[in-house]
């Protein structure tokens, strides 16, 4: 059941008291600009740092963005203060990293190594693994503060460019309880969302929490808010590859503010699934770790999730559209990286398989597997820190998952017959 807490229901009263929450929080495209601009002190916004890639400007992309926010979403107050917020600070971050990246311009040698990319839908157990696999002392995961300030918190030191805050890796106290009011919130708008996903700023974070600041393909702002119109646009355009230059660059600003030894990134995002092939084109040493489950139970929790995700800033979300949109895009990405695989775009020891139950039944038994698959060190004792881990974080820690796949208009016995060839090319244990 879609309901806000009292705080947030009274706090959205304020909108309809004055007849609309546009009235009392702005989305103006060019005044976040503006006011980016002389918070930082800085103009540049780098449309053309990453080259020549697709067919439309950073900027572009951004006013398309906001204006499918401010126009399709009804996002209300809360929404709009939070949608105001979240864009401040990414533009204040593309300004500040454009600056960073004319300072340092051997950022761009950076070399980014067979990086490992945890895929797979939502719900399958990639959330989990993620966080185990970033235990892991050889492997490296963007944290959730970092991916909100990679150059650190906006102070007085920043407004003219300089780097501030302490080197990527090593946490600022200051970052991370700012990250909190972009993390933790969400749960507090909508509690049982922290049943589905747990957001914290000192937690791995997914990648689409930072390509959020390349408009141009990021599916972070499709995730939060209903904008056809933006979806419409995106997809009269082929800039997939924008997204990965941008993703390659942020991970080399972090590599190199942190300085050596130098590890392997570990990676995760739900649009990964669907950007095989962009990937392969920017890492094409990339290892996969794809995660596998019932699809029965995995489409329902997942389009449960999205509607929650779209209820923490509008009040318009209606939970029937999720099921149809999850079961169909999901089976399409699912055949067409099965179709990678068989025709050699993926190569097989390149990408390692874990099976939801496997993973829970014995952790370590499963992730040996993946290791052995794909040549990396087990290192000594990892063993121990994933059993530590797993008893400090145990299933089901903030309560139950609790949805009615038809209210999310889903019928099993129709998932399991759009699935069947998934299924049956992993071997996939039905629960």
Known sequence: MLEHPDWVRRLNLFG?????????VSLDPSELLATARAVTGLDDLGDDDLGSLGTAGWEEAYRVVLGAIDSDAAAHL???????????RVIQTRLRLVEHWKR?????????EAPVFVIGPPRTGTSILFELLARDPAL???????????LGPLTAGALAGAPAGSPAGVPSLAAVELA??????????HPPFRT???LASDLPAECVHFTALEFRASMYWSMCYSIPTYDTWARGRDLAAVQYRFHRRFLQTLQHRAGAPRRRWLLKSPGHLANVECILAEYPDARFVHTHRDPTKFVASVANMMAATRFIRS?????????????????YMLEHVIALRENGTIAADHIADIH??????????????????????????????ILSYLAEKPKDKFGKHQYDPAALDIDDTQIRLDFDKYVARYDIALE
Do not use: K
């Open 16 to 24: 309809h008291v004055v007849g609309g929450s546009e009235h009392l």
């Open 78 to 88: 809360l929404g709009r203060l939070m949608t105001r917020a979240e864009m401040l």
């Open 104 to 112: 340092f311009p051997e950022i761009v040698d950076e070399p980014i």
């Open 140 to 150: 490296r995961a963007p944290i959730a503060w970092e991916t909100h300030y990679p």
């Open 180 to 189: 909190e009011c972009e993390q933790e919130l969400w749960a507090d708008v």
């Open 196 to 198: 589905m996903h747990e």
């Open 315 to 331: 009040d318009v979300v209606d939970p029937l559209a999720f099921g149809p949109a999850m079961a169909l895009g999901f089976r």
């Open 356 to 385: 939801f139950r496997d993973l829970m039944a014995d952790p370590i038994a499963a992730i040996e597997d993946v290791y052995e698959h794909l040549e990396l060190p087990f290192a000594p004792g990892f063993d121990r820190i």
